[in-house]
């Protein structure tokens, strides 16, 4: 990673930790700074640290937590991530894309004795919202963040094809249950950062691989069990070569899965991990980067290039920084699901030239504080639409008065959020209690978080059984289970079981899960590293690495160089 000046230390407003501003930081704002007839309107330096940053972001995307609510227009029953009597009002899909409103009938004129983001607020519970972010879709209404995909249940953040069951993040796959960051994947059980295999289960970081169970960094493998770091292999146990009948043979008395497990985990330790997990990709630091340059301090990012402090970036996307689930184009800076040209401090915009706007899906371009604006709208703020001139002269006044109300270079506050915060995606990145949320305060004494304590009402069932009674072979499990819920062994939660899942576990031989969907997630997140970075040494050549394996934790970790001549 090429080394950046710092040109300033600064302390920041939440968590008091100290941070750097870097040259290429300079450059950036410098870069990003809007002009207004001809005036240049400097974008300062950031008051949060870059952590403090992402965590308010991530404070407005719900995407698990999903109530059975009504449209407020026809009332009728939806399916929505607003709880029922949330503060946001929220329209059934194709009433919100109807004419029969229009969001600039809530417009409003700026009041200059007021401070913007209460203003926004007042705007942002009026304008009705989508209930779902979802387009294109066949009989899957319990889905989010999903499009292209069909007859699919509790999949987040999908793209094209079907029955995808509890899966996420998850493009161009087919019969997948329990997936996590997958691709071009059919027939595969709880797999994670894998591609293009098939009939592949509880396996992590493989592509390529079939009709195989427990594989760990492999590629090209047929009809193995247990292994790790393998390419190109068949009727491979434990890392062992067998012939296909031994294979077969030993495949048989391999049955209990609890015992099988923990020999996984075991063999884990044996053998070496790469200290990243990166490819395709120069001049780049964090972890899961593919074919991506010049990106530091990213993580799970894809053919992206010149960014700074962004997760979850899907592609095309160059000169960024500060972004959350976004993709295609450039120079976005503090937004969190954006997409298009110059979009600063934005949620759910794709556009161009949009500063501080929520929901303006339909290629809005220089808009100003707007709220869902249809078709190509542009020159509105606060809704009110204005003609080019009157635009850049009201802006330029508008962030004046910004400024002295220290909202200017600010994303909007986490309690502005649509959200409560144990709703969140912050809530997996950055948990804390709901005491610790209720006592943040901003400067202004405000609460910096809400919390919810709203709670979806128990299933509809015909018993609950505790997962402790399930039996633990699928032959033994009847049809009626569709009917139950099954409490959770964690968390006590109740779940379901649906047909379609109970199919797929019945067609694999597949135990019946014992967890709760939450709690499936949050298993196959501890699988993968945390987005932290440490400084360890290579335990071959003892070179000086940066890796997301702790110093404490147990596994061999090799440099890039080492991994690649020993295994590759
Ligand atoms: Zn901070
Ligand atoms: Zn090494």
């Not at 200290?275 to 980067?289: A, C, F, G, Q, T």
């Not at 299933?459 to 633990?472: G, R």
């Not at 109740?494 to 019945?506: G, M, S, T």
């Amino acid at each position: 990673m090429q080394q950046e000046k710092t040109v300033e230390s600064k302390k920041c407003f939440h968590c008091q930790e100290n941070f750097k501003i870097t040259d290429w930081d300079l450059g950036f704002y410098e870069k990003i700074s809007p002009v207004f007839a001809w005036v240049k309107y400097d974008i300062p330096t950031p008051k949060l640290c870059y952590r403090c940053r992402e965590q308010r972001r991530l404070s407005f995307r719900n995407e698990r937590n999903l109530y059975k609510s009504k449209c407020e227009l026809t009332w009728k029953e939806i399916i929505s991530i607003y709880f029922p009597k949330s503060w946001y009002i929220a329209y059934d899909e194709t009433e919100w894309h109807s004419d029969k409103w229009s969001p600039l009938d809530y417009w409003r004129d700026f009041d200059f004795s007021r401070d913007f983001f209460s203003q926004f607020w007042e705007l942002l519970k009026e304008v009705p919202r989508i209930p779902l972010s979802v387009v294109f879709n066949e009989n899957s209404p319990y889905v989010n963040q999903c499009w292209n995909i069909k007859d699919s249940y509790l999949s987040i953040n999908c793209w094209f094809w079907e029955n995808l069951l509890y899966s996420e993040v998850a493009y161009h796959s087919k019969n997948i249950v329990n997936c996590y960051s997958v691709d071009s994947l059919e027939f595969c059980y709880e797999c994670i950062d894998c591609q293009k295999s098939y009939l592949l289960f509880n396996s992590q970081n493989c592509s390529n691989c079939s009709n195989s169970r427990f594989l760990h960094n492999c590629t090209g493998c047929i009809d193995c069990f247990c292994c790790i770091n393998l390419s190109n292999k068949r009727y491979c146990i434990f890392n062992e070569q067998y012939s296909k009948e031994e294979y077969m043979e030993k495949l048989s008395d391999l049955t209990d899965l609890k015992h099988v497990k923990n020999a996984f985990e075991n063999l884990k330790l044996k053998h070496p991990q790469k200290n990243l997990h990166i490819s395709w990709s120069e001049n780049v630091l964090w972890d899961y980067i593919v074919d991506s340059k010049n990106c530091n301090q990213c993580y799970d990012v894809f053919s992206t290039s010149d960014s700074k402090y962004s997760f979850n970036i899907d592609s095309n996307l160059k000169n960024w920084m500060d972004l959350s689930y976004c993709a295609e184009w450039e120079l976005i800076y503090e937004a969190i699901s954006v997409a298009g040209y110059n979009n600063l401090f934005c949620h759910l915009v794709i556009g161009s030239n949009n500063h501080y706007c929520n929901l303006c899906l339909n290629n809005s371009s220089n808009c100003f504080w707007c709220v869902w604006l249809k078709d190509n709208s542009s020159y509105c703020i606060l809704n009110k639409q204005y003609t080019r001139e009157e635009y850049e002269t009201l802006v330029p006044k508008i962030i004046e008065h910004m400024k002295t109300t220290w909202e200017w270079w600010e994303f909007f506050p986490s309690s502005i959020s649509p959200f409560w915060y144990n709703e969140t995606v912050a809530m997996e990145y950055y948990p804390i209690s709901s005491r610790d949320a209720i006592n943040r305060i901003a400067t202004d004494w405000k609460p910096i978080f809400k919390w919810s304590t709203y709670e979806n009402p128990k299933p509809d069932v015909t018993k609950i059984i505790p997962a402790s009674k399930l039996p633990e072979n699928i032959k033994d499990i009847p049809d009626d289970i569709t009917n139950w819920a099954i409490e959770c062994e964690v968390t006590q939660k109740p779940f379901r079981i649906i047909k379609q899942e109970l199919e797929f576990y019945r067609k694999h031989d597949l135990p019946i899960p014992r967890r709760h969907p939450d709690q499936r997630h949050l298993d196959r997140m501890k699988l993968r590293n945390p987005r932290k970075l440490y400084d360890r040494n290579c335990d071959r050549c003892n070179k000086e690495i940066k890796t997301t394996f702790s110093p404490e934790r147990p596994e061999i970790v090799y440099c890039e160089d080492c991994y690649n001549k020993e295994i590759i």
